[in-house]
């Protein structure tokens, strides 16, 4: 077939225009990049603005616009492209997302939060029929990482008998310096196994108010309770918001949960929750309950104007809930004395302390207000000071009574009555070393204080000691002059090569600044627990002279040395 160069060049020409017109066709539709029946004009926000979540996590709704024509109907087919432009959020893991409008012109993404707590900006911007920027175009999204908060139980968890009741605390864990508003909570349970008697007002002021609730709902397994602050102060940390009591009523174990319908601060804005704590409270049948009572005594002898604590305890086999007790706690008037008691329980009711030293005796009445289930609890603590001299005094029990939170009797299986060995005047010169009460938990510490009695007539000038003790137990953190003015200063081998040898020798001058003479406090040593362990304290005098320049002897029976103990 044979074509005329006028042919040929006829077919060259309207391909030309042919391909020219799907040119222009290709532009107009990927300048639009929408639906061929509707012209999109601009870009409005439909939904997600000004949302609050956790920091690194999805927000639980997404961003929506809507890309609308000339009308204001929906536009289909629409790129649009969703950028973080602040706070360092993501769409999976990119900085930038394009999506297509649906057929009812929305488009959406979900965000993920910055690490970091604070503001998070997103753009989202769209091209026009015309190939220009479509109306409000970019539109910005606005969203609140928060650090957010953990509901937590104290105690976490625990058992109860039958009838007895079992106190919750309910705390909020705030991980962020903002104070809390307001709360509102569902608790869950199994209420075939227990019920709620009551819900008080939290631990601190500003939620010491009884919380609004439905006691109707107590045996239900679910109850809705809420509380906003009385905005005395600014709570922020771990904040006590509610009690709750709730009694056993059948043998089993009982989950208990949360469910948060609000938490918000001071400024009634969300504060998102990461955790709430799921713990359990186990009821078993009542049984006979059995505790024993001890009464602690000082780990060496004590010397006429030391002070020194007594720890009265209750011990049992099985974990018990104390509801009362009372005790009358007896003592010789003539070798100590007692300065003040300290209740170490919660009482319902202000305690009975009734304290006679001209008697030697102290009576406690207490009723308990809340108290975890425990096999060991500190009742209480009594503040002695040693007044005779060269004597022994018992520090035992009678008239005792201890009742469970049910008012029922426990029985007093025994009674471990403590003493306490003081050393007069007529003994001094004394030197000392004082030890912990209690067993040291590893990597705590404990200050022990170096003591030289003196009789009135004598005024110490110089002293020159050294301390010996297991390194592999103790370590010295520090060593400093006594409370004694006089004796301030100090001077001591260097405490790595102390730590080393363990042993650390010190000395001190008198500054002359009085005459001191009786109690002298010379030093103080603070050693950090290293291991588990027992370790001496061994004082061993090097020099001691008065202030003429005599030597003072002290007998061996008078050096006090020490003890420490170190538990896991």
């Given at each position: 077939?044979?074509f005329?160069?006028?042919?040929?060049?006829?077919?060259?020409?309207?391909?030309?225009?042919?391909?020219?017109?799907?040119?222009?066709?290709?532009?107009?539709?990927?300048?639009?990049?929408?639906?061929?029946?509707?012209?999109?004009?601009?870009?409005?926000?439909?939904?997600?603005?000004?949302q609050?979540?956790l920091?690194?996590?999805?927000?639980?709704?997404?961003?929506?616009?809507?890309?609308?024509?000339?009308?204001?109907?929906?536009?289909?087919?629409?790129?649009?492209?969703?950028?973080?432009?602040?706070?360092?959020?993501?769409?999976?893991?990119?900085?930038?997302?394009?999506?297509?409008?649906?057929?009812?012109?929305?488009?959406?993404?979900v965000?993920?939060?910055?690490?970091?707590?604070?503001?998070?900006?997103?753009?989202?911007?769209?091209?026009?029929?015309?190939?220009?920027?479509?109306?409000?175009?970019p539109?910005?999204?606005?969203?609140?990482?928060?650090?957010?908060?953990n509901?937590?139980?104290?105690?976490?968890?625990?058992m109860?008998?039958?009838?007895?009741?079992?106190?919750?605390?309910?705390?909020?864990e705030?991980?962020?310096?903002?104070?809390?508003?307001?709360?509102?909570?569902?608790?869950?349970?199994?209420k075939?196994?227990?019920?709620?008697?009551?819900?008080?007002?939290?631990?601190?002021?500003?939620?010491?108010?009884?919380?609004?609730?439905?006691?109707?709902?107590?045996d239900?397994?679910?109850?809705?309770?809420?509380?906003?602050?009385?905005a005395?102060?600014?709570?922020t940390?771990?904040?006590?918001?509610?009690?709750?009591?709730?009694k056993?009523?059948?043998?089993?174990?009982?989950?208990?949960?949360?469910?948060?319908?609000?938490?918000?601060?001071?400024?009634?804005?969300?504060?998102?929750?990461?955790?709430v704590?799921?713990?359990?409270?186990?009821?078993?049948?009542?049984?006979?309950?059995?505790?024993?009572?001890?009464?602690s005594?000082?780990?060496?002898?004590?010397v006429?104007?030391?002070?020194?604590?007594v720890?009265?305890?209750?011990?049992?086999?099985?974990?018990?809930?104390?509801?009362s007790?009372?005790?009358?706690?007896?003592?010789?008037?003539?070798?100590?004395?007692?300065?003040?008691?300290?209740?170490?329980?919660?009482?319902?009711?202000?305690?009975?302390i009734?304290?006679?030293?001209?008697?030697?005796?102290?009576?406690?009445?207490?009723?308990?207000?809340?108290?975890?289930?425990?096999?060991?609890v500190?009742?209480?603590?009594?503040?002695?000071?040693?007044?005779?001299?060269?004597?022994?005094?018992?520090?035992?029990?009678?008239?005792?009574?201890?009742?469970?939170?049910?008012?029922?009797?426990i029985?007093?299986?025994?009674?471990?009555?403590?003493?306490?060995?003081?050393?007069?005047?007529?003994?001094?010169?004394?030197?000392?070393?004082?030890?912990?009460?209690?067993?040291?938990?590893?990597?705590?510490?404990?200050?022990?204080?170096?003591?030289?009695?003196l009789?009135?007539?004598?005024?110490?000038?110089?002293?020159?000691?050294?301390?010996?003790?297991?390194?592999?137990?103790?370590?010295?953190?520090?060593i400093n002059?006594g409370?004694?003015?006089?004796?301030?200063?100090?001077?001591?081998?260097?405490?790595?090569?102390?730590?080393?040898?363990?042993?650390?020798?010190?000395?001190?001058?008198?500054?002359?600044?009085?005459?001191?003479?009786?109690?002298?406090?010379v030093?103080?040593?603070?050693?950090?627990?290293?291991?588990?362990?027992?370790?001496?304290?061994?004082?061993?005098?090097?020099?001691?002279?008065?202030s003429?320049?005599?030597?003072?002897?002290v007998?061996?029976?008078?050096?006090?040395?020490?003890?420490?103990?170190?538990?896991?």
């Amino acid at each position: 077939m044979k074509f005329s160069l006028f042919a040929i060049k006829r077919r060259e020409k309207r391909i030309a225009s042919w391909w020219g017109a799907f040119l222009i066709l290709g532009v107009a539709i990927a300048l639009s990049s929408c639906s061929k029946h509707s012209a999109p004009v601009a870009i409005e926000m439909y939904s997600g603005n000004n949302q609050i979540g956790l920091v690194a996590g999805e927000l639980e709704s997404p961003f929506v616009i809507k890309v609308t024509d000339g009308q204001g109907k929906g536009v289909e087919g629409c790129e649009v492209t969703f950028k973080v432009v602040e706070g360092g959020g993501s769409f999976k893991g990119k900085e930038s997302w394009v999506e297509r409008t649906l057929s009812n012109g929305l488009a959406s993404r979900v965000l993920t939060l910055g690490d970091e707590a604070g503001i998070n900006k997103v753009e989202v911007t769209g091209i026009g029929g015309e190939g220009d920027s479509l109306r409000n175009s970019p539109t910005v999204f606005t969203a609140t990482g928060r650090l957010g908060a953990n509901i937590i139980f104290q105690p976490q968890g625990g058992m109860i008998s039958i009838g007895d009741v079992f106190t919750l605390e309910v705390l909020v864990e705030l991980l962020e310096e903002t104070p809390l508003g307001s709360y509102g909570f569902t608790l869950k349970y199994d209420k075939d196994r227990v019920k709620i008697e009551d819900i008080l007002g939290g631990a601190i002021p500003e939620f010491s108010i009884v919380p609004d609730f439905n006691n109707s709902t107590f045996d239900s397994g679910s109850t809705n309770f809420t509380a906003a602050s009385e905005a005395i102060s600014s709570p922020t940390g771990t904040v006590s918001v509610a009690k709750v009591k709730l009694k056993g009523v059948a043998e089993g174990s009982s989950p208990i949960t949360i469910e948060v319908f609000d938490l918000s601060d001071i400024s009634n804005l969300v504060i998102p929750v990461i955790e709430v704590e799921k713990i359990s409270i186990n009821v078993c049948a009542k049984a006979s309950e059995q505790a024993s009572i001890q009464v602690s005594s000082p780990p060496e002898p004590q010397v006429v104007g030391d002070d020194f604590p007594v720890i009265l305890t209750v011990a049992a086999p099985t974990p018990i809930t104390l509801g009362s007790y009372s005790f009358t706690f007896n003592y010789n008037p003539m070798v100590v004395k007692v300065n003040g008691v300290t209740i170490l329980t919660e009482f319902q009711d202000p305690p009975v302390i009734m304290i006679a030293n001209n008697e030697g005796r102290v009576t406690l009445n207490v009723t308990i207000d809340t108290w975890p289930t425990s096999e060991e609890v500190e009742v209480a603590k009594i503040d002695m000071e040693a007044v005779g001299f060269g004597t022994t005094s018992p520090l035992n029990l009678s008239a005792v009574s201890i009742m469970d939170i049910s008012s029922d009797p426990i029985e007093i299986k025994e009674i471990i009555n403590g003493q306490v060995t003081v050393m007069g005047q007529e003994s001094f010169p004394i030197v000392k070393i004082s030890s912990p009460l209690a067993p040291l938990a590893v990597g705590s510490s404990f200050i022990s204080y170096v003591n030289v009695y003196l009789p009135e007539t004598t005024v110490l000038g110089v002293y020159f000691f050294s301390v010996a003790y297991d390194p592999a137990i103790v370590k010295i953190e520090s060593i400093n002059g006594g409370v004694c003015p006089e004796f301030t200063n100090l001077k001591t081998n260097p405490l790595n090569d102390a730590n080393d040898k363990g042993e650390v020798r010190f000395m001190g001058v008198n500054l002359n600044l009085s005459s001191p003479t009786g109690t002298i406090n010379v030093a103080k040593i603070t050693f950090r627990a290293q291991n588990p362990g027992n370790t001496g304290l061994t004082l061993s005098i090097h020099d001691l002279v008065d202030s003429k320049e005599e030597p003072i002897t002290v007998g061996s029976n008078n050096i006090i040395n020490g003890t420490i103990t170190v538990i896991e």
